[in-house]
């Protein structure tokens, strides 16, 4: 009888993002990769593809590299995930910008486990465990957002957009797979609080193989001392798209107050439809800010697997008396 050699953490995992192909393609040593799809920072976590529009620190260019530089000449940032069965998922960020050019930033991300690898006949009957079996994937990526202001000083409208190119490597018991893609996104904002987003992210392939290609939009409105002076609300509603997902929903909320040069908000969100099986449950996230220094927390479910638990680190340099 013919069996194929699979990996049991790798392919539950990847299966809880709603990727049943790309699940067991991964997990057998394809080159699908599925971890890209996989929430890199605490905000992503909590709201989902409405980080595509809510990223304001240098974290925001796994979301949507047109957020680069919006709030500051420059950033960094740091994320570490916790993940089910073991996976831990850390990345590292950075950018520049400047008037009139625009911004760049890197990316650097790190997913690792240890596996159990087991054989299955094609019935999909597992045999006795065969041992551990080591995992790690690498995805870096390099985007720039240009300086659009002045192809657009005259529109009742400020345009952003950007793109990015990964490159994503996985070494999984020794088989080494990669391959590289792309993201693409645009935000625009109108003065009266409304805004709103399109992104089309890991647009690539590794061999021959696709990636998990994904795309989201919607809008958002935004009001401010709404409650209390200072305080900021932001609601956003839109629609996304997967290769392996299929069509979901997009809600997401954000309310936050600064005050002095401190600051705190609070998040949720939920993505109905595209994940059945992890989007029982709404996500949710803390931000606490002190001056130009942020620190964040998600928690988004998983399905029967639990909850994956990323806390990002961010600074943003502004200019002297900001």
Do not use: C, K
């Not at 957002?145 to 990964?166: C, E, F, M």
């Not at 645009?186 to 994904?214: C, K, L, N, Q, Y």
């Not at 309310?255 to 401190?262: F, H, K, Q, S, V």
């Amino acid at each position: 009888m013919r069996t194929r050699r699979t990996r049991r953490g790798l392919a539950a995992l990847l299966l809880a993002l709603g990727g049943a192909r790309t699940a067991a393609g991964s997990a057998a040593g394809g080159a699908e990769a599925g971890e890209l799809d996989l929430p890199a920072s605490a905000l992503a976590a909590a709201v989902g593809p409405a980080a595509a529009l809510l990223g304001r620190d240098a974290s925001a260019l796994a979301d949507n590299p047109a957020l680069l530089g919006r709030d500051a000449p420059a950033g960094v940032g740091a994320s570490y995930a916790i993940r089910p069965l073991g996976f831990t998922d850390s990345q590292a960020s950075g950018y520049l910008a400047g008037a009139g050019v625009g911004a760049a930033g890197v990316q650097l991300r790190l997913v690792q486990g240890d596996l159990t690898e087991v054989d299955e006949d094609g019935a999909g009957n597992a045999g006795p465990p065969a041992g551990p079996v080591d995992y790690q994937a690498i995805a870096a990526t390099a985007g720039v957002a240009p300086d659009l202001a002045a192809l657009t000083v005259d529109w009742p409208v400020r345009i952003r957009a950007g793109a990015a190119v990964t490159v994503f490597r996985r070494d999984l018991a020794g088989t080494i797979q990669s391959g590289w893609g792309g993201s693409a996104g645009a935000i625009a904002e109108w003065p009266f609080g409304v805004s709103g987003w399109f992104v089309a992210r890991h647009v690539g392939w590794s061999g021959t193989t696709g990636w998990p290609v994904e795309s989201s939009a919607g809008g958002a409105w935004t009001g401010t001392s709404l409650l209390l002076d200072g305080d900021r609300l932001t609601a956003a509603l839109g629609g996304a798209w997967g290769r392996e997902r299929g069509v979901g929903g997009v809600l997401a909320a954000e309310y936050g107050l600064e005050a002095g040069g401190l600051g705190a908000a609070v998040r949720a969100g939920w993505t109905p439809s595209t994940t059945p099986s992890a989007s029982r449950w709404p996500a949710a996230g803390l931000v606490l800010r002190a001056a130009a220094l942020s620190l964040e927390a998600g928690l988004a479910p998983m399905g029967d697997l639990g909850w994956v638990q990323v806390v990002t680190v961010a600074y943003q340099f502004h200019p002297a008396g900001e």
